[in-house]
């Protein structure tokens, strides 16, 4: 995976690597780009590294239930997908199992950094122009929506819990400049 140094930018939103233990830019990597791009593995934009957590994070530049081109299920089992495999991704990588033969290739340091099984992950989703009221409404649905096995990772992989900022909260919350 990349690591980040500096700032990085993703659907209009700054992230800063000094805000973060690590941060981690997944669809950058060489890695992705050449073995898992087009093959039906969704990936949330970043992992970062902040104590005593880990944080799977999604940026969207819209997130809508009026969108007729993408109804609003269809967008809510999109996040937990890429919630979904980016956990498995991860957890598969650090513990040495075969996810794919690419797995090799990704940075340990994402596994020293992160000490498996000892770390609460959190899942963010974070809508550049939502209001409080719709990240809200969201976060409500993507928590009770469960066609993704969300419920047995939360288990397995000490996922905490499931949230939806707006620019402002994440900004509040150190996870964004």
């Known amino acids: 995976m990349c690591k980040i140094s500096g700032s990085l930018q993703e659907s209009g939103i700054t992230f800063s690597s000094q805000q973060w233990i690590g941060l981690w830019k997944i669809e950058d990597s ?41 109804p609003f299920q269809k967008q809510c089992e999109d996040i937990l997908q890429k919630f979904h495999d980016t956990m498995l991704l991860c957890w598969s990588i650090c513990l040495g199992k075969s996810f794919r033969e690419w797995e090799k290739r990704f940075d340990k340091n994402l596994c020293d ?26 976060q409500d649905t993507l928590r009770h929506y469960d066609s993704m096995g969300m419920s ?26």
């Open 30 to 70: 060489e890695v992705y780009q050449k073995y898992l791009k087009g093959q039906y593995v969704k990936i949330v934009d970043f992992i970062g590294k902040k104590s005593p957590a880990l944080w799977f994070i999604e940026v969207k530049s819209s997130f809508a239930p009026e969108d007729k081109d993408r």
């Open 113 to 138: 950094t992160i000490k498996l099984p000892h770390i609460d992950v959190h899942c963010c989703l974070i809508v550049k122009g939502a209001n409080s009221e719709q990240a809200n409404s969201i």
């Open 152 to 177: 047995k990772l939360k288990t397995l992989f000490r996922v905490k819990e499931i949230w939806v900022y707006t620019e402002e909260i994440a900004r509040k919350k150190g996870i964004i400049l």
